[in-house]
């Protein structure tokens, strides 16, 4: 049973490391959103490390944001527009100036959307 936990504490710190490598590319690449890895991050730090966890939620731009959702479900609208600012011209430039096949663009264009879609659904502020 012992090694059972210790495999899966083991496999969620992993798993954390990678998505907050993820977030971090994400930060630099229009296509690969960094929030969502960041909660993946902090769910699988949550679940593996205490100390990790607690490293990830006191930094000054990540941990605010990161207990607003955990807590209350909530995005700020300062980081709504932020992600519109950023992905809305970058995937613009990539689409319309890229030699990428057709398909690629589409699905840029779709997970995009949808993406910003998902952000501005979710409540600014704290009920």
């Known amino acids: 049973m012992k090694i059972v936990k210790r495999t899966r504490r ?8 990678l998505f907050l490598s ?8 229009p296509l690969l959103p960094t929030t969502p890895f960041l909660l993946l991050t902090a769910f699988f730090f949550a679940r593996s490390s205490i100390r990790w966890h607690k490293w990830l939620l006191a930094q000054p731009h990540m941990g605010p944001l990161i207990l607003d959702w955990q807590k209350h479900g909530v995005i700020r609208t300062r980081a709504k527009i932020m992600a519109t600012v950023l992905m809305v ?3 613009s430039i990539s689409l319309f100036f ?8 589409v699905s840029a264009a779709v997970v ?8 501005w659904t979710r409540p600014s502020a704290r009920d």
């Open 98 to 105: 890229g030699d990428v096949p057709l398909y690629a663009k």
């Open 89 to 91: 011209p970058l995937v």
């Open 112 to 119: 995009c959307s949808c993406v910003l879609a998902f952000i």
């Open 10 to 17: 083991t496999i969620y710190f992993v798993l954390g490391w």
């Open 22 to 29: 993820l977030g971090i590319i994400g930060i630099f690449l």
